[in-house]
């Protein structure tokens, strides 16, 4: 079982990007999925979740420009950002509460993606 992220780059302020996240292996469900960040010496922080029904939350930083979504039939977690900022520079790690055969539950994290926002 693993999640793979990708989508990252470097961006101009004022610009957006798409992140995904892909779960693949032997799952039998997926809860929550979110993204998560962390800047350069800073701890790891809460970008957004959205639970199999589709109930989203958001850090207050990105509200009204990060949208969080999934597609529960690809096991796969989306963040659209826009209007991006310097200070959205960072790591994107992506996890999932997922449901595996013989282990039970369990949150998983991708790799991580590199977003830089500079001009």
């Known amino acids: 079982v693993q999640l793979q992220a990708s989508g990252g780059g470097l961006v101009q302020p004022g610009g957006f990007l798409r992140l995904s996240c892909a779960a693949s292996g032997s799952i039998i469900s997926i809860n929550s999925m979110g993204w998560y960040r962390q800047a350069p010496g800073k701890q790891r922080e809460l970008v957004a979740t959205i639970t199999i029904g589709g109930t989203t939350n958001y850090a207050d930083s990105v509200k009204d420009r990060f949208t969080i979504s999934r597609d529960n039939a690809k096991n796969t977690v989306y963040l659209q950002m826009n209007s991006l900022k310097p200070e959205d520079t960072a790591v994107y790690y992506c996890?999932?509460?997922?449901?595996?055969?013989?282990?039970?539950?369990?949150?998983?994290w991708g790799q991580g993606t590199l977003v830089t926002v500079s001009s």
């Open positions: 996890n999932g509460d997922l449901y595996i055969p013989y282990r039970g539950p369990g949150r998983y």
